[in-house]
């Protein structure tokens, strides 16, 4: 694990960067991804150790490529970086915010992906973590328990179509060892948007989830969906 190395999109600030941080503690040498390099410098700074500043704008095709040729190896790939949105239901929403969201949170995702997936292919233990959203779960979002009734419509539906892509990439990428895995990681306290600025949910906590689907055993699973404590969640 010691020469291990680790990417995390948007890390220089909330749950991806206590994801970078803890990967960094374990002894991984980790890619603090961020669009900004000064805030990713920073972040790096904070977290120190094997901490290593990637210039990466999930939405910028050319910096991505970029960014690629500056890793050969990668044993860990973390789809963490999104945007959330203003809570609207479908109908009341622009398609130009539908469109926003998806570039990052899904093209973002598959954009990463691919360029990535070569250096990936030349680790021993591959592992891809999508940071997704129980509010992404069909069965949660039909179900009588679930709260948000059609709000976040663009949010959500983004975070459903990284989910297909999660069981898809598993699928399309179990030849090579690599494993791919959702993570919902609960409502945390950040800036992705008002509810979770008012929320006390720790993003340490949600952060430790996705490190043990990073750190997953070569017997572990692939293509599926966990929670923050582990536990799977319904698609
Ligand atoms: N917090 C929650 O309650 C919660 C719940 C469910 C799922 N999630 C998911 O967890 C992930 C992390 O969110 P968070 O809560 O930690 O929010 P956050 O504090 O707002 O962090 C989001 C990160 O993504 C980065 N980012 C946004 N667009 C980017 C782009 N085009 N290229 C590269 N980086 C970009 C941001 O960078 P900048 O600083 O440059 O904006 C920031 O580093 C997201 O995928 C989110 O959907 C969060």
Known sequence: MENSVALVTGANK???????????????????????AARGQQAVTEIGGGARLLVLD??????????????????????NAGVSGDGKTADREDLSTFRRIYETNV?????????????LRRSAHPRIVNISSGTGSLTWATGPQFPHRGSYAAYRSSKTALNALTVFYAHALAADGIKVNALAPG????????????SDGDPAEAAAGAVRLALLPDDGPSGEFFSWDGTPVPW
């Open 58 to 79: 999930v939405t910028d095709a050319a910096g991505i490529d970029a960014a690629a040729r500056q890793v050969s190896t990668l044993d860990i790939l973390i789809n």
């Open 187 to 198: 409502l945390r306290r950040t800036g992705l948007n008002a509810t979770a600025a008012a």
């Open 14 to 36: 909330g749950i991806g960067k206590q994801i970078a941080g803890q990967l960094a503690g374990a002894g991984l040498t980790v890619y603090v991804g961020s669009r900004d």
């Open 107 to 119: 093209f973002g995702a598959v954009a990463v992906t691919n360029a990535f997936v070569p250096a």
